[in-house]
């Protein structure tokens, strides 16, 4: 006997199976959209039916970025079901795994995107319980989404359901939970993202009873800036913690200001963006061939059924458009979460070149694709020098609009750079082939690695571009990681894009300062196409530029 689906929707594959169901992912039948659908099993009994109803009732009253959203609950005679949002990104377990801390802006972005989640909840009554690194998920974009309601409750209910490794004492003590209870929850997690261990050992649920209830938690490899946080987070009594969520992210934004700038979170969303993407990367292609589309509205608009159960969606969910396809990782406690896998560059689709009626364009065809670009920019195709001047399978976009002359660059170099060089005294950006990539042995030039910025940009004689952003007299140390990584679009293929921070000779300064400029270097690295676009002069407009890029 076949087991039942629900109507409108294509099951794509089964992600996960156990004694009280199964999950699987499906796509609408007519607009496309993925959707993650947890069927209750044939036969369930009334109780767990009534507990599936309580989870999609929990779920259906929270609205809020941070939440992964409910579309609807369907009760009919063959079974019981709820259809999900599907959450494109990793598992937080997954990434504390595989990396063991993070750095504090970036334990603080989690932490505050957990603690806004929480607070929708905490808004409608909800208290989830079960806070724990499984039921998180970090899409691309950096910014968590919190996932799996299955033992919500209402404040002030009394369970002592949770995960023990992450239980407030109240709970360990058999009592009422509250918004404090997952407020100790988070706070454990965010222990657990500075100092890479539990603050409590799991080993034996005696001494971990013990230590939630009464030992005092240990910090001193928790950074000191931090340490009022876990305290008040992790306070034993729960009216001794922040009263609830919303509470505690006003301490720890001024806590984080304070210590790490008013650019923290920035810096901490790229951070958990890059971490992501590198961890999706890890994933093995699902033979589904399911990808998301820009379909609206994956299980339609309705409105909720009143105390029937029977719970619709909320509203409509646009999907994120980004190449791969849907792998999943079930949730200890019977929960989903559909991860997306990245492929850095899908089969092309032509794609029409368009620009802004308001600004007149031309195109120019860059090697493997064409760009729709102003007027006045140039492409001029480099040569080797090493090899009498042979064309290579790499340019040079030259933009039109700056005094180059101001730039006080080595005159000579500008006439040799022209035929030679990715860069000159006069703004512009490069498309590089594999000939730069990996360059030959008779090349002066290293091959690049995407763990490290294009050479020569680590060279101090690397001539600023005009009006580098400058940091005279700063002495910092370069990042030894980019300041931004991501997936970026290419046209319709997907490049790793990453942005560093470099150094550069400023031949205008004063002798001692000639060497204390920076300047920001991006790229956009296609590694199957073997395209490296080097961008240091900041060119206004060539994100849009190259995400309506032609390839041939």
Known sequence: MSEWRVSGFEEVRELGRGGQGRVVLARHATRGTPVAIKYLTAGAGEAEIERLRHEARMLGQVENPHVARLYRLVEGEQGVAIIMEAVEGVSFKEILQRYGTLEPEAALTVLKGSLLGLAAAHAVGVVHRDYKPANVVVPADGRSKLIDFGIATEAGSTSAAGTPIYMAPEQWRGEAASPATDVYAATCVFYECVTGHRPFPPGDRAALMKGHLSDPVPLDEVPEPLRPLVVRGMAKEADERPASAAAFVGELEGIAQSTYGPEWETHGVRALAGTALALAALFPL???????TAAAGAAGTASAAGSGGILTAIGTKTAVVVAGTAVVGATAGGGYGVYQATKPEPEHRP????TSPATPAKTLTVGKFRLAVPLAWKVTQLRDYSQGDKLTDSYRIDVAGTDCAANKRDAQNTVWGKKYDYTTNCASFAVLGDTWIHPPSTREIQSYEPIAPFHPGTDPSHVCP???????????????????????PVGDHQAEYRQWREQCWDYGASASNQGQVYFVQRLWYLPQSKILIIDEWNTPGLDAI????TWL
């Open 286 to 292: 699902a033979a589904a061939g399911l990808a998301p």
């Open 351 to 354: 794609v029409a070149a368009t």
């Open 466 to 488: 005009t009006d580098p952003v400058k940091y005279n007299g700063v002495r910092a140390p370069l990042p030894n990681k980019p300041q931004v990584q991501k997936l970026a």
């Open 546 to 549: 190259l995400r309506k890029a």
